[in-house]
């Protein structure tokens, strides 16, 4: 079989302690595929810069210097995001005709000695392969709950996403191309794949600790990635929307036709359930409030995608 050209492409913000340690366990982990010829030669890992405000491009630099072949960059001109890092890293090596794309992150959470198994399902004509957390043994109980609690939300509003897979993932030449053909501003990765419908299989893996700094990714910042995620790619809790109306329509009409019996039926004109209704009041204005905040969302990604702004904007290359 004629050996592949692999992509790794690696988002990175603010990671220069990560990086010091981790640009050299990546670059070796490409040059034992290289040797085994699992991949081709000119095979590169693409770092790509998030808008750092720490050392993290120099350290990219001058690994790139040390070897510009098989050492790439890409470097933003502020911090844009996850998704866009990922994506423009994802663009930069199909622009350069890769057979395949593997991203992994900076901190290297996600074994990356797993590089080879991704590589050999896709031999086998995988055109997508998720990178699957076995346990989560080394995160805290906080962490383990918010991303279960993350996964089920998604899947029950409609936004289709493999289980305990994040950024982790192989994706073939025509998952690339299939990947231009999602036109909207705001991709969600993990869902965009997923609705592709390409083959897949999944690989898995023990997630290892964060050796060096902090996650970059705060509470708000996955809820702010949850509500892109399903507005994008689902209509469900517009839908929801509706059958509340409906329930709570139904329910006021019942209420209404109850009264009215007590009162012009059974003559009772002093309302015995004063208490009950100020707190169903409080509660119906609270629930208002989170379906014009839910249609908000939509109205708000609609906006987003009219204006067709970029979606990244790089400032240098290493090529
Ligand atoms: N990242 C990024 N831009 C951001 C936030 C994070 O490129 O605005 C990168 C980060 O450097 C890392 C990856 O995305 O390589 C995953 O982030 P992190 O490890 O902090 O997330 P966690 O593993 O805690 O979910
Ligand atoms: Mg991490």
Request: glycine share 6%; charged share 30%.
């Amino acid at each position: 079989m004629d050996k592949k050209r692999l992509a790794i492409v690696v988002p990175c913000y603010n990671e220069e302690e990560s990086l010091k340690d981790n640009i050299p366990v990546l670059k070796n982990t490409l040059e034992a595929l290289i040797n085994k010829n699992v991949v081709s030669d000119d095979s590169f890992i693409c770092f790509v810069d998030d808008g750092s405000r720490d050392r993290t491009w120099r350290l990219v630099e001058d690994a790139h210097k040390n070897d510009t072949k098989h050492i790439k960059g890409i470097m933003f001109t502020r911090n844009f995001g996850n998704q866009k890092a990922l994506l423009s890293g994802l663009e930069y090596a199909h622009n350069r005709d890769v057979d395949c794309a593997i991203t992994i992150d900076a901190d290297l959470q996600q074994d990356e000695s797993k590089i080879e198994e991704f590589i050999n399902k896709y031999n086998e004509g995988c055109e997508i392969v998720y990178g699957v957390r076995k346990d989560r043994k080394t995160d805290g109980v906080l962490k383990k709950f918010t991303s279960y609690a993350f996964y089920t939300f998604m899947n029950l509003m409609g936004a289709n996403i493999v289980p305990n897979h994040s950024e982790y993932r192989l994706m073939s030449k025509k998952a690339l191309d299939t990947l231009g053909l999602y036109k909207e501003r705001k991709l969600f990765l993990r869902g965009v794949f997923f609705d592709t419908g390409l083959k897949s299989d999944y690989v898995e893996f023990d997630v290892k600790k964060r050796e060096h700094g902090d996650s970059k990714f705060t509470y708000l910042a996955l809820m702010k990635l949850a509500a892109e995620g399903i507005t994008s790619f689902s209509v469900r809790p517009l839908r929801i929307i509706f059958y509340i109306g409906i329930i709570i329509s139904l329910i006021s009409l019942l209420w209404g036709t109850l009264t009215a019996y007590r009162v012009f039926i059974l003559g009772i004109h002093a309302p015995n359930h004063i208490d009950y209704y100020e707190i169903f009041e409080m509660f119906m204005s609270g629930l208002q409030m989170l379906c014009i905040g839910i249609i908000g969302e939509y109205v708000g990604q609609i906006i987003q995608e009219v204006k067709g702004r970029p979606r990244s904007i790089i400032e240098k290359e290493l090529d």
